[in-house]
């Protein structure tokens, strides 16, 4: 969505790449000497004190998703569902009046899925990911894509964890295509 309304010229006076890079780096600076590191992405926290409720979308844990367009992962019998609802609040509250609950109906994840949304996810935090997890969920990402990207300084692989750089981080869409291609 953000994408589409930035193509079409509605998002007016964002900053250039180079600027949005100069201020992600003064972010990272300003919040690293006040004692709060990067433990996500766009996230940092003094140690010990990380939003535990995001921690869950980005370590694939359950939550439910209340309210219109609200989204969820659940594991249920030991599948993973995705869960939507309806994104207009009108329709949302028709499909509550008439059924109880505005929920579209369920989406078992296929075991690729869930381990591309791990990827995608995990990748974000500054611990990276399991390997091991990844692979077991149905994962696979080619080794010369993790040797590459390790050479080139994008990304860390130490003892069955891999996880972005402070390099990496900054093109972590970059990052994650490649590693999916």
């Given at each position: 969505m953000f994408a589409q309304r930035h193509?079409?010229g509605g998002l007016k006076g964002l900053?250039?790449?180079?600027?949005?890079?100069?201020?992600?780096?003064?972010?990272?600076?300003?919040?690293?000497?006040?004692?709060?590191?990067?433990?996500?992405?766009?996230?940092?926290?003094?140690?010990?004190?990380?939003?535990?409720?995001?921690?869950?979308?980005?370590?694939?844990?359950?939550?439910?998703?209340?309210?219109?367009?609200?989204?969820?992962?659940?594991?249920?019998?030991?599948?993973?569902?995705?869960?939507?609802?309806?994104?207009?609040?009108?329709?949302?509250?028709?499909?509550?009046?008439?059924?109880?609950?505005?929920?579209?109906?369920?989406?078992?994840?296929?075991?690729?899925?869930?381990?591309?949304?791990?990827?995608?996810?995990?990748?974000?935090?500054?611990?990276?990911?399991?390997?091991?997890?990844?692979?077991?969920?149905?994962?696979?990402?080619?080794?010369?894509?993790?040797?590459?990207l390790t050479d080139l300084g994008m990304?860390?692989?130490?003892?069955?964890?891999?996880?972005?750089?402070?390099?990496?981080?900054?093109?972590?869409?970059?990052?994650?295509?490649?590693?999916?291609?």
């Open positions: 193509a079409k900053p250039h790449e180079d600027l949005a890079a100069d201020m992600y780096e003064a972010t990272q600076d300003i919040c690293g000497a006040a004692g709060m590191g990067a433990y996500e992405v766009s996230n940092h926290a003094k140690t010990g004190a990380e939003s535990r409720h995001n921690l869950i979308y980005w370590q694939s844990g359950d939550w439910i998703g209340i309210g219109p367009g609200a989204h969820g992962r659940l594991t249920l019998d030991g599948t993973r569902i995705a869960t939507e609802a309806h994104r207009s609040p009108r329709l949302w509250l028709e499909a509550v009046g008439m059924h109880g609950q505005g929920e579209l109906p369920r989406q078992a994840l296929t075991g690729a899925e869930q381990a591309d949304e791990y990827l995608l996810m995990g990748l974000r935090l500054s611990e990276g990911i399991d390997l091991d997890r990844h692979k077991r969920m149905g994962g696979q990402i080619r080794p010369e894509a993790i040797s590459g990304l860390r692989h130490e003892g069955g964890q891999l996880a972005a750089t402070a390099s990496g981080r900054m093109v972590l869409n970059a990052v994650i295509r490649e590693l999916g291609s």
